[in-house]
């Protein structure tokens, strides 16, 4: 199976630990976008990558989220100095860019952050 | 700036019964839109998307869409409801109207199957 995978699947930390998650992509794919996506809501887009470029990053929550993509590969996001309310489902997902046509985002399962 | 908005939290329709699950869009520039499924504890599956191609648009899983410009809608249908279509429902609007960026969705539509 060649889709999205992400890795935990499942993350329990206490408030104030460093956490990080990983991301592959479909191996062909050259954009990886990140998303939150909190109980009852819509997912949230954090920030995404062109090849090992980060395209956007202003919608990273704070100071403590990063991300990174440093081979055009796979990504890491990492939340420093977790709170309680960085709990949440965290979500990866890619695309192939075609020009004049809407990109399809395919998702991995995502990544469950419990923090106590 | 691009919003969805989704009419519903929660849909519940007997098994063989129309599901419709209301999207509708704010854009200004032309959207592209999408409808993704998610079952319990798993990401998202595309559905269906609209490109400005034909204004009726045919997914998977029996599932269609039709684009009203006039309405800023794209509402979610399907002729006969089965209980593994019990899910949540998500729709989305690409940034930009094109393949600039990430996606917006709205809050998402809980659907019910019941036998």
């Known amino acids: 199976d060649t889709g999205v995978s992400q890795d935990p699947r499942h993350k329990i930390t206490k408030r104030g630990q460093n956490v990080t998650f990983r991301c592959d992509p479909i191996s062909e794919h050259n954009r990886l976008y990140w998303y939150r996506q909190t109980l009852g809501q819509g997912p949230e887009f954090l920030t995404y990558f062109q090849n090992e470029a980060q395209l956007e990053k202003s919608r990273l929550l704070s100071d403590r989220f990063s991300a990174e993509r440093p081979k055009g590969s796979f990504s890491t996001l990492e939340i420093q100095r977790t709170e309680q309310g960085d709990s949440a489902m965290y979500l990866c997902a890619s695309s192939s860019l075609r020009v004049f046509s809407a990109d399809e985002q395919y998702f991995g399962p995502g990544t469950r952050l419990t923090v106590t | 700036a691009q919003s969805v908005t989704q009419l519903g939290s929660h849909v519940s329709v007997s098994e063989g019964a129309l599901v419709l699950l209301r999207c509708n869009y704010s854009?200004?520039?032309?959207?592209?839109l999408f409808w993704y499924v998610q079952y319990p504890n798993q990401g998202l599956q595309l559905l269906l998307k609209?490109?400005?191609?034909?204004?009726l648009v045919k997914g998977i899983n029996g599932f269609e869409a039709e684009f009203k410009k006039s309405e800023t809608s794209f509402h979610l249908t399907k002729p006969s409801a089965h209980m593994r279509d019990a899910a949540e429902y998500f729709c989305?609007?690409?940034?930009?109207?094109?393949?600039?960026?990430?996606?917006?969705f709205g809050k998402g539509t809980k659907l019910s199957v019941k036998p």
């Open positions: 854009s200004s520039v032309p959207p592209y």
């Open positions: 989305a609007v690409s940034v930009y109207g094109g393949s600039q960026g990430n996606l917006i």
């Open positions: 609209y490109t400005s191609a034909a204004t």
